[in-house]
């Protein structure tokens, strides 16, 4: 089962990947958590931000172990510093 | 830029953010006897060095989705009648405004209450990021803390 | 009018108040990161009935010297940058603003904490009264005490 | 030893005197508390509120024993609602 996930980066992790944005291919169903372990291997210093990063999925903080559907919009939140 | 603006409040994510006047106006009622309107601004000194400007990032969508939660929440659990957040997105140099927030009750102690619970919790769901610039160097935040938490202590 | 104004201070006691982004801009200051603004507000309501205005009486000059106390001691208490105080006398119809503070700080705790300080203690120490105007009848606050203070509890 | 003294009112004072100030001449030297008695004669009114009234003498929150001097200007403080 094939899938588009789209992640954005914002921040420190926009500095890291060099991109805004762009659109992942899953080969199979996968958690939030496996989706950050691959792209910790294109990007491997985006893993030392990992103990710190939230996840976002469509615009709502859930848990990493939050298991990805078709077209979701994915953006691991890195310690906020608004206001 | 994302707004979100009915008769109770008024959200604003934008490189531009109105005056403080104008956030005031809008939380003021006649049942209301009392607003408070917080401002956070750049300052030129940070951990003892020299800032010369700000960069904010932000989730707009998110960021506006999260402060109608924020407001709806604190507005319910303090009894507000209105309330206001304006947050600045991209350069902020030294003495410009980043956040604006305003509320309104009919009497005082709530609208103070009220603006420290909403900042300290913006400043944690929010999904915007601060770039400090120092003289030949910017930082964010996170790149801050890293460094700091791996320094021998 | 008593207006009292210097590099750090501005009290001003006075029937007409300038608007709140002429007193957030007096406070700002590049060392500053925070900056409140309170403003209190006629009513349309009190105790269940409905006001339809305010006067205030005020013994100006002794106001301005116990304004100048305050703001001094609050200042130096938080390790304020600068404070404002502007109070209105005369009359202050439903909505019109007769009490505005200003605080500034490099960081946002001590302004919101002297925000507080400030109006407990300015309400205890300004010779200021109100009279409230009912559908009908106009009382000071006097008066509506000893009324209190006469009921059978 | 005589002296004047001039005293403003506000407020509910002001609506029980009629007046906004006026100079009181005294024929001795009298402390705040004193002068209140005097004024409590002529303005039977005003004994209502002195459980409540603070003394002010020129600009300054000052205890009701106080002495007071020539030209001292004196306001009886009412319960303030300033705000």
């Known amino acids: 089962m094939c899938m588009n996930i789209s992640v954005i980066y914002f921040s420190v992790l926009k500095k890291i990947t060099g991109k805004s944005q762009e659109v992942i291919r899953l080969e199979k169903q996968m958690s939030a958590e496996d989706l950050f372990g691959l792209l910790s291997k294109k990007y491997p210093e985006m893993v030392r931000y990992k103990p710190y990063i939230r996840l976002s999925v469509n615009q709502e903080y859930l848990p990493f172990e939050t298991r990805l559907k078709p077209d979701d919009e994915v953006v691991f939140i890195t310690p906020v510093s608004g206001g | ?153």
């Open chain 2, 1 to 153: 830029m994302q707004e979100f603006k009915n008769g109770t409040y008024w959200i604003l994510i934008s490189d531009h953010l109105p005056e403080l006047s104008v956030a005031g106006a809008f939380v003021q009622d006649p049942s209301c006897g009392a607003v408070n309107i917080f401002s956070g601004m750049t300052r030129n000194h940070h951990d003892g060095k020299s800032v010369t400007g700000l960069y904010y990032d932000c989730y707009e969508e998110m960021a506006l989705k999260e402060s109608k939660k924020l407001l709806d929440a604190i507005t319910k659990e303090h009894n507000l009648t209105k309330a206001l957040l304006f947050h600045k997105t991209g350069d902020a140099p030294v003495g410009e405004i980043s956040l604006i927030t305003a509320l309104s009750a009919p009497h005082r102690k709530p609208v103070l209450e009220a603006t420290e619970e909403l900042i300290n919790r913006l400043k944690q769901e929010l999904p915007i990021w601060k770039k400090e610039s120092y003289k030949g160097e910017s930082l964010w935040k996170e790149e801050q803390l890293l460094k700091k938490e791996q320094q021998p202590s």
